[in-house]
C-alpha cells in the first residue's frame, strides 16, 4: 500500500509559478508509475501528466505542454509538478497518483492509489 501526500498549492497571479510536491510512504516508491491529474469546480478529473518508474518517459496533457513538467526524485520518494506561466483555467484541485503496473498513461485506472488533493487557484 502507498500513501501519497500532496503540498505546494496556493495561490498565485497568472503567469506565475507554482511547483506540487507528492511525498509517498513505503519502500517501493521506484516500482510505480506516477502520474498527476486535476479537478476543476463542475468538471470531471482530467489527466495532466505522468511519468514513468525510472523517470526516463514522461507523458503531458495538451492544455500544460510546455508550460507543466513532471519529475521524480526515487531516492526521496517524491514526484513534482512544475507548473510554469499558469493560467487562471488551471485553476483545480491537483491530485497526485501511483500506479503499480506501471502505465504511465492518461487512463485513471492505471493508478491504484490516489492522495487527498492540493488547491492551485491562479488569479487573473
Given at each position: 500500500?502507498?500513501?501519497?501526500?500532496?503540498?505546494?498549492g496556493?495561490?498565485?497571479?497568472?503567469?506565475?509559478s507554482?511547483?506540487?510536491?507528492?511525498?509517498?510512504?513505503?519502500?517501493?516508491?521506484?516500482?510505480?508509475?506516477?502520474?498527476?491529474?486535476?479537478?476543476a469546480?463542475?468538471?470531471?478529473r482530467e489527466?495532466?501528466?505522468?511519468?514513468s518508474r525510472?523517470g526516463?518517459?514522461?507523458a503531458?496533457?495538451?492544455?500544460?505542454?510546455?508550460?507543466?513538467?513532471?519529475s521524480?526524485?526515487?531516492a526521496?520518494?517524491?514526484v513534482y509538478?512544475?507548473?510554469n506561466?499558469?493560467?487562471?483555467?488551471?485553476?483545480?484541485?491537483?491530485?497526485?497518483?501511483?500506479?503499480?503496473?506501471?502505465?504511465?498513461?492518461?487512463?485513471a485506472r492505471?493508478?491504484?492509489?490516489?492522495?487527498?488533493?492540493?488547491?492551485?487557484?491562479?488569479?487573473?
Amino acid at each position: 500500500q502507498v500513501q501519497l501526500v500532496e503540498s505546494g498549492g496556493g495561490l498565485v497571479q497568472a503567469g506565475g509559478s507554482l511547483r506540487l510536491s507528492c511525498a509517498a510512504s513505503g519502500r517501493t516508491f521506484s516500482s510505480y508509475a506516477m502520474g498527476w491529474f486535476r479537478q476543476a469546480p463542475g468538471k470531471e478529473r482530467e489527466f495532466v501528466a505522468a511519468i514513468s518508474r525510472s523517470g526516463g518517459a514522461t507523458a503531458t496533457a495538451n492544455p500544460v505542454k510546455g508550460r507543466f513538467t513532471i519529475s521524480r526524485d526515487n531516492a526521496r520518494n517524491t514526484v513534482y509538478l512544475q507548473m510554469n506561466s499558469l493560467k487562471p483555467e488551471d485553476r483545480a484541485v491537483y491530485y497526485c497518483a501511483a500506479g503499480s503496473a506501471g502505465y504511465y498513461d492518461a487512463r485513471a485506472r492505471s493508478y491504484d492509489y490516489w492522495g487527498q488533493g492540493t488547491q492551485v487557484t491562479v488569479s487573473s
